[in-house]
């Protein structure tokens, strides 16, 4: 008879796509995820990962019980859900996975929401400007602003931001507001060493290309650019909802307004798998939804 316990650590090394992965997401040893799978192909007869020194794969039978095995494991989840965890107070380790600007300027004013309401919930939050490994890292939830492209991870939009143009009053008494698209080639234009995508900003030349700039400074974050900015040391293309503070102050002046072209940066809170996750985790993601208000 087929047991619960090696329906999950099967559809855990389906999604993680190795036995160390998996074992990672479940806190064991790689060993106790071999014998495991091995002892579930015996019971069924069949090969359910191909694997080979280097690589594995699931089989045309894996494939099938996966689909099989993810909706029971769904429907175990609800019950338990219903009738099981909302009884107790949510508890465990929260890592959460933020770019500086995220961290800073959106978790850091809202976080102690969370933790009031949930005070058996230990917080922990990283700061990394990639992806992050989350399996390595062991991050329940990475927010990161701008599209995916990792299919093998699952993703909530809690919103989007736009960028725009900041410059200090320092830096325009002694440099000159620019008026035109045309006049930021004569400016100091900070720019993003990674990705340099991030150095075509939302603007449209006369021409009518897109306006990619040639940075007099680069760093790999858009805080640090801020501070540059802050400092006199050029024009900056940053999101909007990171200079609140400094608007008000009138530390930096916003440029070129009504030359931005309209778009959308999503932002997303990423996670390894929905079966993986949680109560608490879960409940940091309802959270997110509805106390973040990234949208500008």
């Avoid at 040893?29 to 699931?58: C, D, H, Q, W």
């Avoid at 932002?267 to 309802?286: K, N, P, Q």
């Amino acid at each position: 008879m087929l047991k619960l316990d090696e329906l999950k650590v099967f559809i855990t090394t389906a999604e993680a796509g190795s036995f160390v992965g998996a074992a990672d997401l479940l806190g064991v040893a790689p060993s106790v995820v071999s014998k495991t799978i091995k002892s579930l192909e015996t019971k069924l007869n069949t090969t359910l990962f191909n694997r080979t020194t280097r690589s594995m794969a699931i089989t045309s039978e894996g494939e099938w019980l996966l689909a099989q095995a993810s909706k029971t494991m769904e429907t175990l989840d609800a019950v338990t859900a219903r009738f099981i965890d909302k009884r107790g107070e949510p508890q465990g380790r929260l890592t959460i996975d933020a770019a500086s600007p995220i961290a800073t300027h959106a978790l850091a004013p809202v976080i102690s929401r969370f933790a009031e309401r949930y005070p058996k919930v230990e917080i922990a939050i990283e700061s990394n400007e990639t992806i992050a490994d989350l399996i390595a890292g062991r991050v329940d939830i990475a927010i990161r602003i701008g599209a995916l492209t990792d299919s093998s991870l699952k993703a909530i939009r809690i919103g989007h931001t736009e960028r725009a143009l900041y410059a200090s009053p320092d830096y325009l008494r002694r440099f000159g507001e620019p008026y035109t698209t045309a006049d930021l080639k004569r400016h100091r234009c900070l720019g993003f060493t990674r990705p340099r995508s991030l150095n075509t900003w939302p603007l449209q030349s006369d021409t009518g290309s897109p306006v990619t700039i040639e940075p007099h400074m680069t760093a790999n974050s858009g805080e640090i650019l801020k501070q540059l900015a802050l400092y006199g040391n050029g024009i900056a293309c940053i999101s909007r909802f990171t200079v609140r503070r400094e608007l008000q102050q009138t530390a930096l002046i916003p440029l070129l307004i009504d030359q931005i072209l309209p778009h959308a940066i999503p932002i997303h809170a990423v996670f390894y798998s929905e079966r993986s996750l949680g109560r608490h985790v879960r409940l940091f993601l309802d959270f997110l939804a509805e106390t973040l208000e990234f949208t500008v």
